[in-house]
């Protein structure tokens, strides 16, 4: 299983999502795109041009937002 | 789906209020669950730094409330992820149905919903949301790194996101439309000093926004009148902070009575006009315009406390504390109005 988040170092839903996948083992790759260009360009084009954050890639399935009902299903297909 | 529990406290919206609610009422024994809702942790999680939290200097509002949490679950108290989205006099009781079909029953309930964010009330506004247009600028200001962008408010949060996104920005057209600027002063004067003086801020007083421009994504504003010879301001992010309004349907429904912003109006106890309905946080008219997170703590210890002293006079009474139906809810004075001997 392959997951990704894109996130700020201050974004609270981030920190929100973060926890999430720790309390359900989820193992995760963090990407800070307030630091990384690439990061932020490859993000955009993941979500259709979203310009917030957390986006979240699930095995390809693109999360806009803490979106915990999206995030269950998504780990669950 | 039924959940046979009943409670002697449900407190609707898990942020400063509500946690500080679900403590006191652990500490009177009251069977009491917290129902966190959509947003856990309420304008406290997104507050960026709080450095006027008593106990500690400075510190994240997500890493406060998570404290608060922490400190909830601690003492007993049962917080529950999902979001209250109708309740219902249950006979004497109240039934609170949840997002994945649950219902609790309670004694008493308190409502800590808080508020959310305004909306300038624009065309294209909910479109270019998160394509340049954002509500958060602890969440999403570092994204704008190196570009111009564009806040729109006056109070004290709207300066405390351009201290924020100073950090990252290169210049913030701050727009208001009133006259002045209400801020705390320890704000203001980093506002002042680190973004005003040094001209990475520049602040469009008695100055509306009339347009929003872009198609696929937040490209600028028109404004109410020219800046520079132009009423046209492009930028790469437009943030909205003009303040908030109370999450009040759900009160309103049972009968609460609100001011005339739509705020819970509630007496110096924290009860509302409805026996059993209490309230708590940024929700109410308790502070007035006063929304802190050590107001609304100090508003969930009181609302716990009446809701506590409630049960007591009506003691094993159980379920039946309540008289139905809410045919005519008693009316609290307005605070302002005292009685003249």
Redesign the interface.
């Known amino acids: 299983m392959s997951v990704i988040i894109y996130s700020t170092p201050t974004c609270p839903y981030c920190k929100q999502a973060k926890q999430y996948f720790k309390e359900h083992n989820v193992q995760y790759e963090e990407k800070d795109v307030s630091a990384d260009s690439a990061a932020q360009a490859e993000m955009t084009k993941k979500s259709g041009g979203f310009m917030g954050v957390p986006v979240i890639d699930i095995n390809g399935t693109i999360i806009t937002g803490f979106d915990k009902p999206k995030i269950e299903a998504a780990l669950k297909s | 789906m039924a959940d046979d529990k009943l409670y002697d406290f449900a407190i609707i919206g898990g942020g400063a209020a509500g946690l500080s609610a679900g403590i006191y009422a652990e500490r009177y024994k009251m069977k009491t669950v917290v129902v966190r809702g959509k947003d856990?942790?309420g304008e406290t999680?997104?507050a960026?730094t709080v450095e006027n939290y008593p106990g500690f200097k400075s510190i994240?509002?997500?890493e406060l409330i998570q404290k608060m949490e922490d400190h909830a679950v601690s003492t007993g108290v049962e917080l529950r992820?999902g979001e209250v989205i109708d309740v219902l006099r249950q006979k004497h009781c109240f039934d609170l149905l949840l997002t994945d079909g649950t219902h609790l029953l309670s004694r008493t309930i308190c409502f800590a919903l808080g508020a959310r964010h305004r909306r300038l009330g624009l065309p294209k506004e909910k479109e270019l949301t998160?394509?340049?247009i954002?509500y958060?600028t602890?969440?999403?200001?570092?994204?704008y790194?190196g570009k111009e962008i564009i806040i729109v408010g006056g109070g004290d949060s709207s300066v405390k996101g351009a201290n924020?996104a100073g950090e990252?920005v290169t210049k913030i057209y701050f727009i208001v439309r009133g006259g002045k600027i209400t801020a705390e002063p320890v704000n203001w004067d980093r506002f002042e000093t680190n973004l005003v003086k040094t001209g990475k801020a520049e602040i469009l007083y008695n100055t509306a926004i009339k347009e929003i421009l872009g198609t696929?994504?937040f490209e600028g504003v028109r404004l109410s009148k020219p800046y520079k010879e132009s009423d046209v301001l492009k930028a790469g992010?437009l943030f909205v902070q003009i303040g908030a309004l109370p999450n009040n349907e759900m009160a309103k429904k049972l009968g609460v009575e609100l001011d005339e912003k739509g705020y819970i109006h509630v007496d110096k106890f924290m009860k509302t006009n409805v026996d059993g309905i209490f309230a708590a946080g940024d929700i109410t008219d308790g502070a007035g315009p006063f929304r802190q997170d050590i107001i609304a703590a100090a508003q969930g210890a009181m609302a716990a406390t009446s809701a506590y002293q409630d049960l007591g006079v009506h003691g094993g009474m159980a379920c039946e504390v309540h008289a139905l139906p809410i045919i005519a809810p008693k009316s609290i004075p307005p605070r302002n109005k005292k009685k003249v001997p």
């Open positions: 856990p942790g999680a997104i960026a994240d509002g997500y992820d998160g394509r340049g954002s958060c602890t969440c999403d200001a570092p994204l790194k924020l990252y696929d994504k992010g």
